[in-house]
């Protein structure tokens, strides 16, 4: 191959090669300014938009509850208000002595906005109880008898013992939702009520 063969053979590659370039930059061009791949890169790159509902989220739920004998002073949970964030699982823990032994309550609440002003409330109530290790004997029971006239200790505990399980969602608008339980032979009632907070949706 001579000398001007050699030269010929190379402007044509680098012709070519110069050529595929341009190709390849003008489809990336093209291909950028596209209404498919702008719809791709705003997929990408743009939050999605609070709607109304939505908004209604970002305020605090007003909750209410309480829970307490349906027919005794015994108040396991006593009346209280708080602020709750929209989704927000709030546990209460509490203990009640009785004549029988020791109940303890967990109640768990979860508030959500729902259009209109509407708050569901997830509920669960679990309830355990552990009565007095009372045998047989007359021993036991004389000593159980000189505490309850406070004349001698409490008496032992025997192992906690599941009683009650209630859980139920419900909706409102600022109204009290009740529901009555039964554990260890008495009734407790509870009452929920929530509302949202945001100006626009709050019930007169």
């Known amino acids: 191959m001579d000398r001007t063969e050699l030269c010929q053979r190379t402007v044509l590659h680098s012709t070519r090669l110069r050529r595929a370039c341009s190709a390849l930059v003008a489809a990336a061009l093209m291909g950028a300014s596209s209404?498919?791949?702008?719809?791709?890169?705003?997929r990408d790159v743009l939050a999605i938009g609070v709607t109304g509902d939505d908004r209604a989220s970002l305020w605090p739920v007003e909750l209410r509850l309480s829970l307490a004998a349906a027919d005794g002073p015994a108040r396991p949970?006593?009346?209280?208000?708080?602020l709750v964030r929209d989704g927000n699982r709030m546990v209460f823990d509490e203990a009640v002595w009785t004549d029988r032994g020791l109940e303890r309550f967990s109640l768990v609440v979860?508030?959500?906005?729902h259009p209109g002003g509407v708050v569901?409330?997830?509920?669960?109530l679990t309830v355990w109880f552990r009565p007095y290790a009372l045998g047989p004997d007359g021993d036991?029971?004389?000593?159980?008898?000189?505490?309850?006239?406070?004349?001698?200790?409490?008496?032992?505990?025997?192992?906690?013992?599941?009683v009650a399980v209630r859980a139920d969602i419900v909706r409102t608008r600022g109204e009290a939702r009740?529901?009555?339980?039964?554990?260890?032979g008495r009734a407790y009632r509870l009452v929920?009520?929530?509302?949202?907070?945001?100006?626009?949706?709050r019930p007169g």
């Open 35 to 42: 209404p498919a791949a702008a719809a791709g890169t705003d």
């Open 77 to 82: 949970l006593a009346p209280r208000t708080m």
């Open 110 to 113: 979860t508030p959500r906005h």
């Open 120 to 124: 569901e409330l997830e509920w669960e």
């Open 140 to 162: 036991s029971w004389r000593r159980y008898l000189a505490f309850r006239a406070g004349l001698g200790p409490r008496p032992p505990l025997e192992r906690p013992v599941l």
């Open 178 to 184: 009740e529901a009555t339980i039964r554990a260890a």
């Open 192 to 201: 929920l009520a929530a509302r949202t907070t945001h100006p626009g949706d």
